[in-house]
């Protein structure tokens, strides 16, 4: 079962087959690019000095502007996170998956709190073909940086005080992303204020090699549907966009990191940004390891498009809903 043995475990053991009930069916199995393959068209590159540059400001914000709308994902340079810290907390996520699985599973998930907290599986339910993931842990954690906080039992597995100043870079990354996207799509209420007391979780992702990289995903296609992510991808890649009706893969870029719009954003926009579906795909050689941060609104927030971007033209695109539920029926379907 899920609990008793990691596909870390299955790739050390040297399986040479993954378990035929976590293979793509046929349609999906057209799509599989592989992990080091990446086109001319390319995830758009926003080096954000330009903001600060009287010159370049303008074409900057129409530049993310231009992202949210076309691609729903844009790489990010210059964003004010140091490269030694963004490498710290990729270490200290490594060092923990590295782990024997018994010491791992002292900090199994706790689905008693949401978004769920501590190790595990994303996305594994076999009999479901549409979110087959074969290759996959993840290791979530909460953080308090100036919202809800979730206490979190167990951090002695792994340095703490590094990922929180991780999570807190990214926050004020967030924060920045936020008020820029409330000003492109002409809010007189900011973005932050409807989604009420946030709740930031960082989820590492960890991806071992997988024996038959293109029978599998490492994890299920999904659009996030919480409001903005923010993800560090390592080097190995694995990371894929859905464009029009194919799978562009985000080259890894050293000192970036992957801003992404989620759900909740698309919905406030009356469909002006695009929440984007996603997947990743795995490699046999190399382990690869993502950190994504995710801003979730209030669970309480009752969210629907903004006022401002309803009118006769444009009448409301999505009804009105609570995000909580929204979350919950998103993780009930997988
Ligand atoms: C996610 C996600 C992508 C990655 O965690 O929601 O899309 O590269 N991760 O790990
Ligand atoms: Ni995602």
């Known amino acids: 079962m899920a609990s008793s043995i990691s596909v870390k475990d299955i790739s050390e053991m040297g399986a040479v087959k993954v378990p035929s009930e976590f293979i793509l069916n046929a349609t999906e199995l057209a799509t599989i690019v592989p992990h080091n393959y990446f086109s001319d068209e390319q995830v758009p590159v926003i080096d954000l000095a330009g903001l600060d540059d009287n010159s370049q400001g303008e074409p900057t914000m129409a530049a993310i502007a231009n992202a949210c709308e076309n691609w729903g994902f844009f790489q990010v340079l210059n ?123 960082t989820r590492t992702n960890f991806y071992p090699p997988c024996p038959q990289p293109h029978l599998v995903l490492g994890l299920a296609a999904h659009s996030d549907p919480n409001s903005m992510t923010l993800l560090f991808q390592d080097d190995t890649g694995g990371l894929q966009v859905k464009k029009g009706n194919h799978w562009v893969g985000v080259a890894p870029l050293p000192n970036a990191l992957i801003i992404n719009v989620g759900d909740e954003i698309q919905v406030l926009s009356n469909g002006r940004f695009q929440s984007v579906e996603h997947r990743v795909v795995t490699n046999t050689s190399a382990a690869h390891l993502s950190l994504a941060t995710f801003f979730h609104p209030n669970m309480d927030a009752i969210l629907g498009p903004a006022a401002e971007l309803v009118d006769a033209s444009r009448p409301a695109c999505y009804p009105f809903m609570k995000y909580g539920d929204y979350h919950a029926a998103f993780h009930a379907k997988g």
């Open 79 to 201: 964003h004010n996170i140091l490269l030694s810290l963004m490498e710290s907390a990729q270490s200290v996520a490594r060092e923990f998956f590295d782990l024997p699985l018994e010491e791992k599973q002292k900090l199994a998930l706790e689905h008693n709190t949401t978004p769920t907290n501590g190790y595990g599986r994303q996305f594994r339910k076999p009999k479901q073909q549409h979110v087959n993931s074969f290759t996959n842990e993840i290791l979530n954690l909460h953080f308090p940086a100036s919202c809800n906080w979730i206490f979190f039992s167990g951090f002695e597995l792994c340095d703490r005080d590094t990922m929180e100043k991780y999570a807190d870079g990214v926050l004020k990354l967030m924060h920045q992303m936020l008020e820029i996207f409330s000003t492109l799509l002409g809010l007189w209420k900011y973005l932050e204020e409807r989604f009420g007391n946030p709740i930031i979780n």
